[in-house]
């Protein structure tokens, strides 16, 4: 079945560091990727997304691109701030005949000043 | 507040009791998720609802765990006679249906403690 294995965290950098979290994946097809975001006492929300191989999603500084030949969907950013410090999802779906999104275990990233 | 909206955000029961968690979707969605996220671990999907239809429940454990929408009214996922690895957040959300773009609009989450 679909799954998605993203790096372990928790993830801690210092405020305008360089930020990159892992994400690969395994689907039958070539479902849509997302990158969702958690603050924390919130639920999720959507932070990017892309469709079809080679799509680039962003967001709030945030980057991430299809990449069908490795099957990954990494997510980066430049420069972090510490408003950025929360748990990221990356999910994929849904599938031929399904309706679900299938997320990862999420990473936790903590931005210090 | 147009977003999805959860009650209890707080839950506390005994072994044995029920619990009841309200979901309210986004006005205008007709399709509703309920996702369970245990300490330490990602969303696992549950339950895939349209009003008064349930979709997909292949996430939802056999036994003492329901769900329905209502053709008025909220969500409700009900868990009966509850164990304490029935602790943890549950997350409803929801989508428009019709052409599915695979955004969902989660609400914040109702935390279920079992004491």
């Known amino acids: 079945g679909d799954s998605v294995t993203q790096m372990e965290g928790p993830v801690t950098l210092s405020e305008e560091a360089f930020l990159t979290i892992n994400c690969t994946y395994t689907?039958?097809?070539?479902?849509?990727l997302f990158w969702y975001v958690q603050y924390p006492g919130e639920g999720l929300q959507l932070l990017l997304k892309?469709?079809?191989?080679?799509d680039k999603g962003s967001n709030k500084g945030f980057e991430a691109t299809y990449r069908k030949e490795t099957t990954s969907f990494h997510l980066e950013k430049g420069s972090v701030q510490v408003s950025d410090s929360a748990v990221y999802f990356c999910?994929?779906?849904?599938?031929?005949?399904?309706?679900?999104?299938?997320f990862g275990k999420g990473t936790k990233l903590s931005v210090i000043p | 507040n147009a977003g999805v909206m959860q009650n209890p955000r707080h839950l506390v029961r005994r072994r044995g009791q029920e619990a009841r968690l309200r979901c309210s979707p986004v006005?205008?969605?007709?399709?509703v998720y309920w996702y369970r996220q245990l300490p330490e671990e990602g969303l696992k999907f549950m339950v895939y609802?349209?009003?008064?239809?349930?979709?997909?429940e292949s996430g939802m454990p056999k036994e003492r765990f329901s769900a329905e929408f209502p053709k008025e009214g909220p969500s409700i996922l009900r868990i009966q006679q509850v164990v304490r690895g029935d602790s943890a957040a549950y997350f409803c959300a929801s989508i428009r249906g019709g052409a599915y773009t695979g955004e969902l609009f989660f609400g914040e989450g109702s935390r279920l403690t079992v004491l």
């Open positions: 892309a469709t079809k191989a080679d």
């Open positions: 609802l349209q009003k008064e239809n349930i979709i997909d």
């Open positions: 689907a039958t097809g070539y479902p849509s």
């Open positions: 999910a994929l779906g849904p599938g031929a005949g399904s309706y679900q999104l299938t």
């Open positions: 006005k205008g969605h007709s399709h």
